[in-house]
């Protein structure tokens, strides 16, 4: 079946400071892949996403790459804010799965000032 | 935009007690998703519908029940709860089969 494996956490940095927090698969099909952010006390939000293979997905100074070929979509920032701080989820979803997301167990990250 | 809405926010249940869990979205979705989230863990996909009157088991089904008479609406039925079942519930809603998934803000249940 799908999988999702990510980094552990959780993840310390100082602000300023560039985040890379890992995502690999396994997938029956063509996936499409997401990351998720948390913020205490909330709900999933959508971060950013990529359909297809070399596609690039970024919002809000976060990137990652579909990379079909090592089945990764690690997610990155060049520099973090405080504001940063919560639980990334990285998750895909293939269309043989009546849209059911698959999720990686998420990193947790804190940025201290 | 009210998007996914969930309530109660919090709740606290004895040990053999019932409680439905309310979740209605307003961006006339097809499919919707029940997920729990234990401490430090991942989501763990509980029931999914793809269209009113259609439902399905997830990965963790047991000691919960759904229904879906709306398209709106899916509501989370636990009976007999078990401290087991002590966790964060989200409900979600998709557009189609691999869109993002859109979260309400989750319900946070104790069963004592």
């Known amino acids: 079946g799908d999988s999702v494996t990510q980094m552990e956490g959780p993840v310390t940095l100082s602000e300023e400071a560039f985040l890379t927090i890992n995502c690999t698969y396994t997938?029956?099909?063509?996936?499409?892949l997401f990351w998720y952010v948390q913020y205490p006390g909330e709900g999933l939000q959508l971060l950013l996403k990529?359909?297809?293979?070399?596609d690039k997905g970024s919002n809000k100074g976060f990137e990652a790459t579909y990379r079909k070929e090592t089945t990764s979509f690690h997610l990155e920032k060049g520099s973090v804010q405080v504001s940063d701080s919560a639980v990334y989820f990285c998750?895909?979803?293939?269309?043989?799965?009546?849209?059911?997301?698959?999720f990686g167990d998420g990193t947790t990250l804190t940025v201290k000032p | 935009n009210a998007g996914v809405t969930q309530t109660p926010k919090f709740r606290i249940l004895k040990i053999g007690q019932s409680m439905t869990l309310q979740c209605a979205q307003d961006?006339?979705?097809?499919?919707m998703y029940w997920y729990r989230q234990d401490p430090g863990m991942g989501l763990k996909l509980i029931y999914y519908?793809?269209?009113?009157?259609?439902?399905d088991k997830g990965e963790v089904p047991n000691g919960y029940n759904v229904s879906r008479s709306t398209t709106e609406d899916f509501p989370l039925r636990l009976e007999l709860a078990a401290p087991s079942q002590t966790s964060v519930y989200f409900c979600?809603?998709?557009?189609?089969?691999?869109?993002?998934?859109?979260f309400g803000q989750g319900t946070r249940l104790t069963v004592v």
């Open positions: 979600a809603s998709t557009f189609s089969e691999n869109t993002e998934a859109f």
């Open positions: 997938a029956t099909g063509y996936p499409s």
């Open positions: 990529a359909t297809k293979a070399d």
């Open positions: 998750a895909l979803i293939t269309n043989t799965n009546a849209g059911k997301s698959t």
């Open positions: 961006m006339n979705h097809n499919y």
């Open positions: 519908s793809v269209g009113a009157g259609i439902t």
